[in-house]
C-alpha cells in the first residue's frame, strides 16, 4: 500500500501561483510514477501532469503548459505541482496519485493509490 496525502491548496487571485505537495509513505517511493489530477464540480476527473520514477520526462496536459510544473523529491518522498498564472478555471480538487505501470499514464485507471485531495479556489 501506498499512502498519499496532499496539502497547500488554498484561495488565490486570478495570476497567482501556489505549490501542491503530496507526501508518501508505505512502499518505496521510486517505484511509482506520480502524477496530479483534478476534478472540478460537475465535471469527471481530468489528467493535469505526471513525471516519471527518477523525476525526469514530465507530461503535461495541454491546459496547463507553460504554467504548471511538476517535479519530485525522492529523497523527502514527496511530489510537487507549482501552479502559476492561475486562471478561475484551474478551480478544483487536486489528487495526487501513484502508479506502478511504464508509460505516459494520463489515465485516471491506470493508477492504484489516490490521495484524499486538496482544494484550490482561484477567484476572478
Known amino acids: 500500500q501506498v499512502q498519499l496525502v496532499e496539502s497547500g491548496g488554498g484561495l488565490v487571485q486570478a495570476g497567482g501561483s501556489l505549490r501542491l505537495s503530496c507526501a508518501a509513505s508505505?512502499?518505496?517511493?521510486?517505484?511509482?510514477?506520480m502524477g496530479w489530477f483534478r476534478q472540478a464540480p460537475g465535471k469527471v476527473r481530468e489528467f493535469v501532469a505526471r513525471?516519471?520514477?527518477?523525476?525526469?520526462?514530465?507530461y503535461y496536459a495541454d491546459s496547463v503548459k507553460g504554467r504548471f510544473t511538476i517535479s519530485r523529491d525522492n529523497a523527502k518522498n514527496t511530489v510537487y505541482l507549482q501552479m502559476n498564472s492561475l486562471k478561475p478555471e484551474d478551480t478544483a480538487v487536486y489528487y495526487c496519485?501513484?502508479?506502478?505501470?511504464?508509460?505516459?499514464?494520463?489515465?485516471?485507471?491506470?493508477?492504484?493509490?489516490w490521495g484524499q485531495g486538496t482544494q484550490v479556489t482561484v477567484s476572478s
Open positions: 513525471i516519471n520514477r527518477s523525476g525526469g520526462n514530465p
Open positions: 508505505g512502499r518505496t517511493f521510486t517505484n511509482y510514477c
Open positions: 496519485a501513484a502508479t506502478a505501470r511504464l508509460g505516459i499514464n494520463k489515465y485516471d485507471y491506470e493508477y492504484d493509490y
